[in-house]
C-alpha cells in the first residue's frame, strides 16, 4: 500500500496541472477496491485470524506485508493467490514460517501474472515427461506442446518466451538445460526444488488458482 508520503509525492507532482486532489482520491479509492478483494477472497476461503494469531508480531507483519501486496496487484488472479497464501501461514498448512511466507510473497509481488502462470505450465509438462520415463529433460515435440501451451493460455508468444524463461531463471524457480542430448540445440529449461513449495501450496486450495485443474506434483 502506497504511503502517505508516496501518495504526496504523488500529488505534489500533478499540482501544477490542479489535478492533485482527483489524484489522490483516485489512488486512495484503488487502494480501497483491492483491498476490499482480498478480505472478500479470505472471507469466500474461509480464512479467519484468531485473538491469538492478532497479538502477534509476525502475524501482523504477515498481514500487513500481504495488503501491501495485495494494493498494488492490477489482477484479480493474484489477489486470490494473496489470499491462498495468508491462509496457509495462518493454518500453519504448507507455509510455517514468517521467513518461508516472506520468500514467497517476494516472489508473487516481483512476478507478473504471466510469468507465474509460465513456470506453472512448465512444472506440468515436465510431470508428463518425467511419468513416461522420458530420457532427456525435453523432447522436441514435447517443448513445442510447452510453447503452444504458453501462448495459448498466457499470452506470451515464442519469440518473447526466452525472455520470460531468463527472467523467472533469476528467481531460482527454474534453470536451464545443460549436458549432452541429441538433437539438443539448446534454449530448454526445467524448474528447480525451489518451485515445489509453491506448487504444494495452490494444490492445498482446491486445486490451486493457476492452471486449475491439471496435476503438478512430482512422481
Not at 46 to 52: C, I, K, L, R, S
Request: with cysteine.
Amino acid at each position: 500500500m502506497a504511503s502517505g508520503r508516496e501518495l504526496d509525492l504523488f500529488t505534489s507532482w500533478a499540482i501544477g496541472s490542479g489535478i492533485d486532489a482527483i489524484v489522490a482520491a483516485g489512488a486512495r479509492k484503488l487502494q480501497l477496491k483491492r483491498l476490499h478483494k482480498l478480505l472478500d477472497e479470505l472471507e469466500e476461503l474461509g480464512v479467519q485470524v484468531t485473538e491469538e494469531q492478532v497479538k502477534s508480531d509476525d502475524t501482523m507483519h504477515v498481514l500487513l506485508r500481504t495488503i501491501d501486496v495485495a494494493t498494488c496487484a492490477a489482477r484479480g488472479e493474484k489477489t486470490r493467490l494473496l489470499a491462498r497464501m495468508l491462509g496457509e501461514y495462518l493454518e500453519q498448512g504448507v507455509i510455517k514460517t514468517v521467513d518461508e511466507y516472506e520468500e514467497m510473497l517476494s516472489l508473487v509481488d516481483d512476478l507478473s501474472w504471466r510469468e507465474l502462470h509460465v513456470i506453472v505450465i512448465l512444472r506440468q509438462e515436465e510431470v508428463k515427461l518425467e511419468r513416461v520415463g522420458a530420457e532427456s529433460p525435453w523432447r522436441t515435440e514435447d517443448w513445442n506442446r510447452f510453447i503452444a501451451r504458453v501462448e495459448d493460455e498466457a499470452g506470451v508468444s515464442v519469440d518473447h518466451l526466452p525472455g520470460f524463461l531468463t527472467r523467472l531463471s533469476r528467481t531460482g524457480l527454474c534453470k536451464p538445460v545443460t549436458g549432452a542430448y541429441v538433437s539438443y540445440v539448446g534454449g530448454h529449461y526445467v524448474t528447480t526444488p525451489n518451485l515445489d513449495s509453491f506448487m504444494e501450496m495452490l494444490e492445498e486450495h482446491n486445486g490451486g488458482t493457476i492452471g486449475n485443474g491439471v496435476d503438478n506434483e512430482r512422481p
